[in-house]
């Protein structure tokens, strides 16, 4: 059974940093794009990250560029998501989500970004 | 980026309806587009794919068409179970997008 698990979550301050972490189980890691997709009542579903395969090619919305950094490790099949200088427009409920052939076919249960003082 | 644009935003049925969900691409998509269920207080759920194909263990009551700009979702026989919101979701071009949701509550 895939399975996606996020943790790392919380309350943190303005300007302050937060690293996420994917668990993942059931495929084999390695062949697939994992994704970073986050949501709030206000903007609704946002891609926010991408990171391939390999781990050799990262990509991220503009909105995250130069804040947030995606890496992997494919020997403890995680992924993980480090958020810098973050601000209240990045709270939201994070998603680890992997991808097969350009489509999110699973989702984990969600990680919440509370950026408050 | 393209913008993906979902009507009604909100809509209630009846047990056994035949519901229509319709979603609007800025521009053509092909047929790079999902739908996605979604309870309160859980992750989004995949449905459907490539416009019209059903993600492994979804019934078969879900149906999805079109291609280009214009796709709908179908609910035949709705079920109490149902309810929720639903995004569709373009994969054609990065970045990859979503629309605003269409929340259905049964009457």
């Known amino acids: 059974e895939v399975q996606l698990v996020e943790s790392g979550g919380g309350l943190v301050q303005p300007g302050g940093s937060l690293r996420l972490s994917c668990a993942a189980s059931g495929f084999t890691f390695s062949s697939y794009v994992i994704n970073w997709v986050r949501q709030t009542p206000e903007r609704g579903l946002e891609w926010v990250s991408a990171i391939t395969g390999g781990g050799g090619k990262t990509y991220y919305a503009d909105s995250v560029k130069g804040r947030f950094s995606v890496s992997r490790d494919n020997s403890k099949n995680t992924v993980d998501l480090q958020m810098n200088n973050l601000g209240a427009d990045d709270t939201a409920i994070y998603y680890c989500?992997?991808?097969?052939?350009?489509?999110?076919?699973?989702w984990g249960q969600g990680t919440q970004v509370t950026v408050s003082s | 980026d393209i913008q993906m644009t979902q009507s009604p935003s909100s809509m209630s049925a009846s047990v056994g309806d035949r519901v229509t969900i319709t979603c609007r691409a800025s521009?053509?998509?092909?047929?790079?587009l999902a739908w996605l269920q979604q309870k309160p207080g859980k992750a989004p759920k995949p449905l459907i794919y490539?416009?019209?194909s059903l993600q492994s263990g979804v019934p078969s009551k879900f149906s999805g068409s079109g291609s280009g700009t214009d796709f709908t979702l179908t609910i035949s026989s709705l079920q109490p179970e149902d309810f929720g919101t639903y995004y569709c979701?373009?994969?054609?071009?990065?970045?990859?997008?979503f629309g605003q949701g269409t929340k259905l509550e049964i009457k």
């Open positions: 979701q373009q994969y054609s071009s990065s970045p990859y997008t």
């Open positions: 490539g416009a019209s």
């Open positions: 521009q053509g998509i092909s047929n790079n």
């Open positions: 989500v992997r991808i097969r052939s350009s489509f999110y076919d699973y």
